[in-house]
């Protein structure tokens, strides 16, 4: 079983930077896909960054392309998203992701498609 836990969550002026974490527990190998999804208040849930572990190979949401570094800590086995220039529609809560990359590429972002999500942590952007 795979369990995933954010960390890095907070609140920021709008121009700040903030990094989130994500630890998964259990056999999460290459095989595996991670990702970065947001939610923010009414909106549906969209895809932030996301990355395979097998190639190493990062994906960015348009929304974020140039203020967002998605990285992993192979040793420390943690996944973290750099966020800088947060702008206030950055506001939303943020979650980890994973599943087994299967058929669909792992820049197929489609909520649906990830069947092992973390509890999600608020970042809030204040103007």
């Known amino acids: 079983q795979v369990q995933l836990v954010e960390s890095g969550g907070g609140s920021v002026q709008a121009g700040g930077s903030l990094r989130l974490s994500c630890t998964p527990s259990g056999d999460v190998n290459s095989r595996y896909c991670m990702a970065w999804f947001r939610q923010a208040p009414g909106k549906e849930r969209e895809g932030v960054a996301s990355f395979y572990i097998g190639s190493g190979g990062v994906d960015y949401a348009d929304s974020v392309k140039g203020r967002v570094t998605l990285s992993r800590d192979n040793a420390a086995n943690t996944l973290y998203l750099q966020m800088n220039n947060l702008k206030p529609e950055d506001t939303a809560i943020y979650y980890c992701?994973?599943?087994?990359?299967?058929?669909?590429?792992?820049?197929?972002?489609?909520?649906?498609?990830?069947?092992?999500w973390g509890q999600g942590t608020q970042v809030t952007v204040s103007s």
């Open positions: 992701a994973a599943r087994i990359r299967g058929p669909w590429s792992c820049r197929n972002m489609k909520v649906s498609r990830y069947n092992y």
